[in-house]
Nanobody, 120 residues
Framework: QVQLVESGGGLVQPGGSLRLSCAAS????????TSWYRQAPGKERELVAS????????NYADNMKGRCTISRDNAKNTVYLQMNSLKPGETAVYYC?????????????WGQGTQVTVSS
């Protein structure tokens, strides 16, 4: 059973930094692509950053480029999101996502989310 557990959220002042972690279990982590999404109140869930399984290539939302870094530690089955220069409008629940093939079945799994509040 795929499990994704996020941590590291909290209250941060505008311009501050935060590092989120997502601990994965129940699947072969190294073969799954992983991503971070966020969902603000009243808005749709949106991609923040992603990293592929094989090559480790990264992709960032345009409004996050230069301000965040996604990375993964395959030995620890963990994916991280370092965010800098945070803005009040980026207050949201941040979700970890992992997707990949388990045999012939494609799996797309989500964590429970971690709240990030950017406020003075």
């Amino acid at each position: 059973q795929v499990q994704l557990v996020e941590s590291g959220g909290g209250l941060v002042q505008p311009g501050g930094s935060l590092r989120l972690s997502c601990a994965a279990s129940g699947f072969t982590f190294i073969t799954y692509a992983t991503s971070w999404y966020r969902q603000a109140p009243g808005k749709e869930r949106e991609l923040v950053a992603s990293v592929t399984a094989a090559s480790g290539s990264t992709n960032y939302a345009d409004n996050m480029k230069g301000r965040c870094t996604i990375s993964r530690d395959n030995a620890k089955n963990t994916v991280y999101l370092q965010m800098n220069s945070l803005k009040p409008g980026e207050t949201a629940v941040y979700y970890c996502n992992a997707n990949g093939w388990r045999g012939l079945q494609f799996q797309n799994s989500w964590g429970q989310g971690t709240q990030v509040t950017v406020s003075s």
